[in-house]
Structure formats: C-alpha cells, structure tokens
C-alpha cells in the first residue's frame, strides 16, 4: 500500500482565512458539487512554483472576488488523500495563511453560489468541508 501512495501525484494548495473583525469570508458551492457533500469552504488556490504563496494568494482573491487582503501570518500545513475533480486521487497538501481585509466589496464569480462574511460564532452552524473544518480548528474557531 505504501508504495502506491508514493506514486499518487501530488497537488499543493494555499487556503487562506480571511477576515474582517469578528467575521471570515467564506464561499458556497451550489449542492451535489463535488468532492464533497457540504457545501462552504474557504478560499483557495493552486501554488504556482517560484512564487511566493502569499502574493498568489492575494493576487487570486483580488481577481477572483474583488476583495483587497494583507497576509498577517502562515499558519499550518495540512495533507489529505481524495480525488480531485478531474477524477484523479492525488494527495493534496494546504499551505494555510491567515490574512486580513484592507478594501472591497466581495462579489459572487460564476461557478459559485455565495460569498459572504460569516461570523466566527456562527461557524459550528454551516455545513462546512472537512479540511475548512481542520483548518479552523486549528484557529480555534471550532472544537
């Protein structure tokens, strides 16, 4: 079994929480989009080798929702196994990052359907993917 985990490819994403005082913003995903049965999680995209991952972070979410975000820190590092959309298992590694709003209104881009400023305190009531679920409790914002 090992070595045929040594052979799955491997996809690196940077997660970034978001936010905005007592708030982070989030996305939804119209129902039965997969892999995942829940339907909010956070912001994320692909790592492009030789850049920094904060820079491709921010730039993403500029582009993506219209949002203007500062890096505040790096915080963790996850990994999980599962199959991507293209129906591929790969094993997937989270550079997760903490930043903070600066400007912008965020808006809906195609393919999506909600952006929003969720509170902290009202985490534990969304439907929430698993590895958002690791990553904010890691933050402390669910037990």
């Given at each position: 079994m090992i070595s045929s985990q040594r052979s799955?490819?491997?996809?690196?994403l940077i997660v970034g929480n978001?936010?905005?005082?007592?708030s982070i913003l989030m996305r939804k995903k119209f129902a039965g989009s997969k892999p995942y049965l829940e339907t909010w999680y956070s912001f994320g995209t692909e790592f492009i080798p030789g850049q920094d991952p904060r820079d491709t972070f921010v730039g993403y979410i500029q582009g993506f929702v219209g949002v203007i975000i500062r890096p505040t820190k790096r915080v963790?590092?996850?990994t999980e196994i599962k199959e991507d959309h293209d129906g591929i298992t790969k094993?997937?590694?989270?550079l997760d990052l903490e930043l903070e709003y600066?400007?912008?209104e965020p808006?809906?881009?195609?393919?999506?359907?909600?952006?929003e400023w969720i509170l902290i305190a009202n985490l534990s009531k969304l439907d929430v993917?698993?590895?958002s679920v690791a990553f904010f409790k890691k933050l402390g914002y669910l037990e």
């Open positions: 799955l490819p491997i996809k690196i978001i936010k905005k005082g007592d963790f590092w996850d094993q997937f590694v989270y600066v400007s912008g808006f809906v881009p195609e393919g999506l359907e909600k952006v993917v698993p590895p």
